[in-house]
């Protein structure tokens, strides 16, 4: 069956860095887009960032855009999240996930699977 | 602020029929699919409706979507115990080039 493990949450103080990585099976990788998407504690879901089927087009929230980097390893069915510059309101659980649609207009459409989540937590 | 709206609470007894609606606009909910997502309490996300209308395997037809313009909302028939949960609508926004989340709305089954 389709899964998807998160890895490499953790403490850590802000400015410094944090590489999540979620591991994808069950299914072929290189075909769909996947997403990062985070939730602060007690509050709602937030879409952080999308990478197509292939690598090609990238995606980020205002809110991450130019400190975080997405990126997929295709040999190695994982996907990534690179967390540069961390601030206190990062803090979050990350949930990886698999867009609805194969190829290339998958990201146009929502997530189907998620994974379980990952915590991070920015505090000096 | 959310960029769809959804009302942060709605209530129902057993077996009654509660709708959550998710208010958007031309360019996310009018011109691209909308999915529902179901959050129990300590849990990840679980995928209720995809593009618009259609239900994954495994979820039951007491819950239902429905699009019109740029609104869609949510159905769910013989409310049971265990709907009690929070409920996402989500849709991808051409001019963000992102995927917007309502805010969510509390089930709570009385």
């Known amino acids: 069956q389709v899964q998807l493990v998160e890895s490499g949450g953790g403490g850590v103080q802000p400015g410094r860095s944090l590489r999540l990585s979620c591991a994808a099976s069950g299914f072929t990788f290189s075909s769909y887009g996947m997403h990062w998407v985070r939730q602060a504690p007690g509050k709602g879901l937030e879409w952080v960032a999308v990478?197509?089927?292939?690598?090609?087009?990238?995606y980020y929230a205002d809110s991450v855009k130019g400190r975080f980097t997405i990126s997929r390893d295709k040999s190695k069915n994982t996907l990534y999240l690179q967390m540069n510059s961390l601030r206190a309101e990062d803090t979050a659980v990350y949930y990886c996930?698999?867009?609805?649609?194969?190829?290339?207009?998958?990201?146009?459409?929502?997530?189907?699977?998620w994974g379980q989540g990952t915590t991070v937590t920015v505090s000096s | 602020q959310s960029v769809l709206t959804q009302p942060p609470s709605a209530s129902g007894t057993p077996g009654q029929k509660v709708t959550i609606s998710c208010s958007g606009s031309?360019?996310?909910?009018?011109?691209?699919?909308v999915y529902w997502y179901q959050q129990l309490p300590g849990t990840a996300p679980k995928l209720l409706i995809y593009?618009?209308?259609q239900r994954p395997s495994g979820v039951p037809d007491r819950f239902s979507g429905s699009k019109s313009g740029t609104s869609a909302s949510l159905a769910i028939s013989g409310l049971r115990s265990e709907d009690e949960a929070d409920y996402y609508c989500?849709?991808?926004?051409?001019?963000?080039?992102?995927?917007?989340f309502g805010g969510g709305t509390k089930l709570t089954v009385l």
């Open positions: 989500a849709a991808w926004d051409d001019s963000l080039s992102g995927v917007v």
């Open positions: 996930a698999k867009v609805d649609l194969s190829g290339e207009f998958g990201i146009l459409y929502g997530m189907d699977v």
């Open positions: 031309s360019s996310n909910i009018g011109s691209n699919y």
């Open positions: 593009r618009n209308n």
């Open positions: 990478i197509s089927y292939d690598g090609s087009n990238k």
